[in-house]
């Protein structure tokens, strides 16, 4: 290997392998000392520990600052796509306003730039969003949209006359000099503006207009000066989420899980977000959320053409001596942030919903990671149990367990628990019971153990749980959390203080999913339970009907009603004639108790 031989100065670095294809593409401030890095006996993971094996020559290239390793690190992973570096999943062409290089220049949208001398705005990273801008331009200036030649020669020859656009006044007919050049290029001057995210010139440009056709009594014209600009106000208040002194910025966020980082890019002009767009990047090595951030800083910026100088991030990230970096604490500066942030998590939940649809098995291996990190555990949750005691009123006592495997219900495994050894209604002391009899019975079949057990309580009944997996000896080979109902508070052992999770957290929705299959579960068996008991009670006083024939009654009539209505024929057909007689002359003596 050539690292003694590596320089000191800022660079980027080619991992090349046995075959002299480039495998990793990295930036370094010091060349020899990141290089070396790689090459220490014990690695942070194990996919760099592959990499690194994968290694066969190290190439370099010198440049005169850190910026400009950046920027030439970007261009050579985009040429190379390097198998360990970072993808940004992202090669569509963006949507760009153009003001053409031409006489009474139009205004259009185009997806093709054309080195002809006129003016492109964006990329915008939607149509919709450039189409809106373009449709309150349109409604403010009345421009051309014909393909005609308006030079003067042509406009000397009179070959043109005006079309239906001019007669509803969407054009001012500069093909025929009605309007003129200057007039026309002081609406591209304000068009200019406002694209830029500047409304404030073209506001007090109209509100003269305005002033001057009140004054000369032209209110009609006045009122419609007055209308453009409420349009462009209200244009101006959707796009402004700070105050106005907070110009020309960038502003990124990033939200991550085990595989992936979703960033989120805001570009800022007078006040207004003028751009919004975000990109997956998908983790190769294990990247922390500052190389993510960075590489993407750097992409972004080049795909939309931004030459602002200050950025605001959520954490410091070294982007050369030419960029201002602000980490915002309070403030608008940090409303902006949690801003981008709730763009990054939408922007996240959306691609989990595609993922959920076409690779079923991918979205429940990320699920389950995000559980994971989410609930501080040492394994996946593949299998999670969740247990809830239900009573009605005090009486007869039982409790539920449900079985998730893969973050899905099993319904096959579901178990419910006559309360035994407690006698009254003790919640505590009736978890306690249960979650002792459910895993002394998993140990002793030699069954495998859940990695994630959640009891449907707070503090008391994660204790009386815990109390179980203690004297079961599991305490450390089996997690568990309490939560409760009220806050949906997520409580964790020798730890007072509960957890709270986002209300669209997918790890809180499979907890709540859990809660709510338990407590149905419960309510369904403690009902059947209920149900039996008071079958049995009004069959109990017949003569010669035994407690055999009540539970054949019970399994095929479910409830007194339905017995009651059947008629005798059906009736002695499953208990015979005699009982059958019994039975019906006994629920007519006792109609009003039976």
């Known amino acids: 290997m ?82 360990y570096n970072v993808m940004l999943k992202d090669d569509k062409s963006y949507p760009w306003i153009c003001i053409k290089n031409e006489c009474f220049p139009r205004i259009f949208l185009t997806r093709t730039l054309v080195r002809d001398g006129s003016e492109y705005f964006g990329p915008y990273a939607s149509v919709r969003i450039a189409s809106t801008l373009l449709e309150v331009i349109r409604n403010l200036y009345p421009l051309r949209t014909c393909k005609y030649d308006l030079s003067q020669k042509k406009l000397r020859e009179g070959r043109y006359k005006v079309c239906l656009d001019y007669h509803i006044g969407n054009c001012g007919a500069p093909c025929v000099e009605k309007e003129k050049q200057e007039t026309y290029d002081s609406y591209i001057l304000m068009i200019r503006s406002i694209i830029k995210g500047n409304t404030k010139m073209a506001i007090q440009d109209f509100q003269k207009q305005m002033q001057l056709y009140s004054e000369r009594m032209q209110y009609e014209a006045a009122q419609k000066t007055k209308e453009k600009i409420e349009r462009l106000k209200a244009y101006k208040a959707r796009s402004t989420v700070v105050h106005s002194k907070i110009t020309n910025v960038d502003v990124f ?122 609930l501080r555990l040492k394994a996946l949750p593949k299998h999670i149990e969740c247990f809830d005691n239900s009573n009605i009123h005090g009486k007869s006592p039982v409790a539920a367990c449900v079985v998730f495997k893969d973050a899905k219900p099993e319904k096959s495994s579901y178990r419910y628990f006559n309360i035994k050894t407690v006698e009254g209604i003790d919640d505590f002391a009736s978890m306690e019971e249960v979650v002792y009899r459910r895993y002394r019975r998993l140990l002793e079949e030699e069954k495998p153990l859940p990695q994630l057990v959640v009891v449907d309580g707070g503090k008391g009944q994660l204790s009386s749980a815990l109390k179980s997996i203690d004297k079961l000896d599991l305490r450390g080979k089996i997690s568990v959390i309490g939560i409760a109902k009220r806050l949906e508070e997520l409580f964790f052992p020798n730890d007072p203080i509960p957890l709270y999770l986002d209300k669209t957290s997918e790890t809180l929705k499979v907890i709540q999913h859990m809660r709510n299959e338990a407590h149905r579960f419960g309510i369904t068996f403690h009902r059947k339970k209920r149900d039996k008991s008071a079958f049995s009670s009004a069959l109990q006083d017949i003569p010669q009907i035994g407690p055999k024939t009540a539970e054949t009654l019970l399994r095929h009539f479910k409830s007194v009603k339905r017995l009651r209505e059947t008629s005798f024929k059906d009736l002695s057909q499953l208990v015979g004639v005699y009982k059958a007689r019994r039975i019906e002359n006994h629920i007519k003596d006792n109609s009003d108790g039976v």
Do not use: C, W
């Open 2 to 83: 050539q690292i003694h031989s590596l320089p000191s100065d800022s660079g980027v670095y080619q991992f090349m392998d046995k075959h002299s294809k480039i495998i990793y593409i990295g930036k370094a401030k010091n060349l020899k000392k990141r290089v070396r890095s790689y090459f220490r006996k014990h690695h942070p993971s194990a996919k760099l520990s592959v990499l690194v094996k994968k290694i066969s020559r190290i190439e370099h290239i010198v440049v005169t600052s850190e910026t400009d390793a950046l920027l030439l690190e970007n261009n050579l992973i985009k040429t190379h796509q390097p198998r």
């Open 253 to 374: 966020s990033i939200i991550s899980d085990e595989h992936y980082g979703y960033i989120n890019y805001m570009k800022l002009s007078n006040g207004a977000v003028i751009q919004s767009h975000s990109i997956e990047v998908k983790k190769k090595l294990d990247e922390t959320d500052e190389q993510l951030l960075q590489i993407a800083v750097v992409e972004l910026r080049l795909r939309f053409h931004s030459e602002n100088k200050k950025l605001y991030l959520p954490f410091q990230i070294d982007l050369g001596e030419h960029i201002e970096v602000t980490v915002p604490q309070r403030g608008d500066k940090k409303k902006l942030i949690e801003l981008s942030e709730k763009n990054a998590k939408t922007f996240r939940i959306e691609k989990l919903k595609q993922v959920k649809i076409l690779d079923p098995d991918k979205h429940t291996r990320r699920l389950l990671y995000q559980m994971k990190a989410d």
